[in-house]
């Protein structure tokens, strides 16, 4: 069965510092990766996806997560958050079917 | 695209009464989620359909907990009878589901409180 482990539950950080928060999972076959964004009382939003190709990528505000495979990881990355960054982050692992969430990291940045 | 759809935003019920949560896919969507969110156990899929068809039902709490989705435009989500521990926030996601790779689109989720 699918899993998703975030190792941090809260991050606290000062504007401009940089972020990485981690994500590993555990499943079989092939496949597909994402990091959503909560912001308070807000739906889901996603933030960057792997399917194939680059094991780096890019998403939206300045966030990028890079794909090992053989650590079985997808950390989430930003060299310089704001204060606007504070939410909580979410990994998603998608196998053949449905999509499997983390436990979620939330972030809080300090102006 | 008006996106997904949930209704109503938020819900206020007593506990034994029966609950009925709504989600709209986008149009052209081929598969529906609805996930439950609490602090505790963070985001928890419960029913995902394929083509209006549930394929898998086993993150479903309890027998009280039931999903349907008549038509490509239009899902519910049954809880019968409530119980306070069904406070959440419940999100309805859809996505077009082509080949291995398809992302998912979230709706605003629908905050339940039962007391």
């Known amino acids: 069965a699918q899993s998703v482990s975030q190792h941090n539950h809260h991050v606290i950080l000062s504007e401009a510092a940089s972020l990485e928060l981690g994500c590993n999972y555990s499943y079989g076959g092939t496949v597909n990766l994402f990091w959503y964004v909560q912001y308070p009382g807000q739906h889901l939003q996603l933030l960057l996806k792997?399917?194939?190709?680059?094991?780096l990528v890019k998403g939206i505000k300045g966030f990028e997560a890079e794909f090992i495979k053989s650590k079985f990881s997808f950390n989430l990355r930003k060299p310089s958050v704001q204060w606007s960054d504070t939410a909580e982050y979410f990994c998603?692992?998608?196998?053949?079917?449905?999509?499997?969430f983390g436990a979620g990291t939330r972030l809080t940045v300090k102006p | 695209d008006a996106g997904v759809i949930q209704s109503p935003r938020h819900e206020v019920t007593e506990m034994g009464q029966e609950v009925t949560l709504r989600c709209k896919p986008i149009s052209g969507h081929n598969s529906l989620f609805w996930y439950r969110q609490t602090m505790m156990r963070g985001l928890e899929l419960l029913i995902y359909?394929?083509?209006?068809?549930?394929?898998?039902d086993s993150g479903m709490p309890e027998d009280r907990f039931s999903a349907k989705m008549p038509n490509a435009s239009f899902s519910t989500l049954k809880i019968q009878p409530s119980e306070p521990r069904d406070s959440a926030v419940y999100f309805c996601?859809?996505?077009?589901?082509?080949?291995?790779?398809?992302?998912?689109?979230f709706g605003s989720g629908t905050r339940l409180t039962v007391v």
């Open positions: 996601a859809s996505s077009f589901r082509q080949g291995g790779n398809y992302g998912y689109t």
């Open positions: 359909f394929n083509n209006n068809v549930p394929i898998d």
């Open positions: 998603a692992v998608q196998g053949n079917n449905d999509m499997r």
């Open positions: 792997y399917f194939s190709g680059d094991p």
